[in-house]
């Protein structure tokens, strides 16, 4: 059994400087394995090196023994034990050796970190810990480190498209539960870029700021939507790149102006006892896909809807007839078909469409840019990414803490690279 594992942790995991000393099995009362125990010690032939500089370094005295979590062995609790020497460094002075499984005063060893990080992009937090027989506190400082170094070492080469969105998480609607996203959407890499807390004119500075003046400079298109605090801060920071409006943004807000008129036609309708309230009912998802991707009896059931005099017909008509814009080519006739639908929508005598045709209005420039850049930015890329991160938010809900939801964004939308604490993968 020793031998074996010894020959095990050698071609997994060798420490120049140190050798696997002796290793210990405990057992339970019923005779099962509870922990293994591995003790370290330093070769003998080898000097320490000081923990700041990586420099050999002659020895001062030696601590009392700590222990560390290492990955365990057929499922069982594994610690690895060593007193760890101090140095006397001649630049840094009577420090503690460096210890190349360790990090910090950590309690638990880089390769642990690594194995439970990288479980913890399947499974949640919890699942995990319980998985390992771990605490969720020990996973998630895992995770921690892991996205910190992850971050430290990415690399912020060759970022063209940005997308920057907000996303509502947690239950109330108060300013702190908006986080403003910055996403890479260059068709080469989709990745999370940023993610802060609130969605202001400071939060994205602060992101673009984290991403550097020269990664900012660099970009050639950004998609974001209307949000007012957003196209100050693109126009004044960015203002090189093709700032285009997402085209699921815009049909976003068209949605919602439908679902308004429905609503409130749907309450005054039942309010008069009329019968027509019945049309409107369960309608609400097959008027707010889009009309050609209605089918069987659902078509049929909106079909007479339609053929109704009710505002919700005239509003879902509007809408359908934007999806038209989108056809097209040439930038001078998709802003004809533009001027040409807000015409028709600011007679319609319909409030919440009457809304949209206005925001499209003042914002027309830049839903045209979307022809401009045509080919070159995907649409689906933001869109696609907030459904990820709904994934992610929704998991993570336990936390409650910003924190803890940035961490594990970071961790499953962020593509970070990994540190190889393994010769050979464990996971
Ligand atoms: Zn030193």
Request: hydrophobic share 40%.
């Amino acid at each position: 059994m020793q031998l074996q594992v010894k020959t095990l942790l050698n071609s997994l995991q060798r420490f120049s400087g140190f050798v696997f000393q002796d290793i210990r099995m405990k057992r339970r009362r019923d005779g099962g394995l509870e922990q293994v125990d591995i003790s370290i010690e330093a070769h003998a032939g080898i000097p320490a090196k000081c923990s700041r500089c990586l420099k050999p370094a002659p020895g001062y005295d030696r601590l009392p023994s700590r222990s560390w979590l290492f990955v365990p062995l057929w499922e069982v609790t594994t610690l690895f034990h060593y007193p760890p020497r101090r140095v006397e460094c001649a630049e840094h002075g009577v420090v503690v050796e460096h210890l190349p499984w360790s990090e910090g005063k950590r309690p638990v060893t880089k390769a642990m970190m690594c194995f439970l990080s990288r479980w913890a992009r399947q499974l949640s937090l919890r699942e995990t810990a319980r998985a390992f027989h771990t605490s969720w506190e020990c996973v998630y400082r895992s995770v921690e480190w892991f996205v910190q170094w992850g971050l430290a070492h990415r690399k912020l080469e060759g970022i063209e498209a940005i997308g920057v969105d907000e996303i509502h998480w947690g239950k109330s609607k108060r300013a702190d539960n908006f986080l403003t996203v910055i996403y890479q959407i260059d068709t080469h890499c989709r990745r999370l870029l940023w993610v802060g807390k609130r969605r202001t004119q400071a939060t994205l500075r602060k992101g673009l700021a984290a991403l550097g003046t020269e990664v900012v400079q660099g970009l050639r298109f950004v998609c974001s939507d209307m949000w007012k605090p957003y196209l100050n801060v693109l126009a004044a920071q960015a203002n090189q790149a093709l700032h285009v409006l997402d085209r699921f943004h815009i049909t976003s807000h068209l949605n919602q102006a439908l679902d308004q008129v429905r609503r409130v036609e749907s309450g005054r309708l039942r309010a008069a006892g009329s019968a027509q309230a019945q049309r409107l009912k369960h309608m609400r998802w097959k008027l707010l896909r889009r009309g050609s991707r209605v089918r069987g009896r659902a078509k049929r059931e909106l079909g007479r809807l339609l053929r109704t005099k009710l505002m919700t017909a005239r509003a879902w008509a509007l809408k359908d007839l934007f999806e038209h814009f989108w056809t097209y080519k040439s930038v001078k006739y998709a802003g004809w078909f533009l001027d040409f639908w807000i015409w028709r929508a600011l007679r319609s005598r319909i409030e919440p469409m009457q809304k949209v045709a206005r925001t499209l209005r003042t914002h027309e420039p830049l839903i045209l840019n979307w022809f401009r850049a045509k080919g070159e930015i995907s649409s689906g890329a933001v869109e696609g990414l907030n459904n990820k991160i709904r994934v992610v938010t929704r998991r993570s809900y336990g936390f409650r803490t910003f924190n803890a939801m940035e961490i594990a964004l970071y961790h499953t939308l962020g593509k970070l690279p990994e540190p190889n604490e393994f010769t050979h993968s464990l996971c």
